[in-house]
């Protein structure tokens, strides 16, 4: 799956705010997978500019590499044949996001019923 583009290749992506993409695309090569300050993981993303194993795309007259790719895994993508992005998330925000939506509860709403002479029924 690839994101993008945005940044200077397509300012009117849907992705950007105050000129940046708020998903952080392209993402930087790194040798190793390591987590930042934040508890977010930086993926690997191994510079193969002049290996066989290297990637360029050409979508929208814009060349697009690896640091576009967004992380996935087939075997979900297979299963449910929908694109599904997969990422290890291991800070507080993490766990208090997905906490906050179990214990949410159902919708609840309130409303009274009245007769057809205007008296409330209880």
Known sequence: MIHGPCGSLNRSSPCMADG????SFPKNFTNDTITN????PIYRRKNTDNSEQSFTKNVNNADIDIGWVMPYLSLLSKTFNAHINVEFCSSVKSIK???KYVNK??????FHIENTNGNALR
């Open 20 to 23: 940046k993409c708020t998903k």
């Open 37 to 40: 300050v934040d508890g977010y």
């Open 97 to 99: 996001y997905i906490c």
């Open 105 to 110: 509860g159902s919708d609840m709403a309130a």
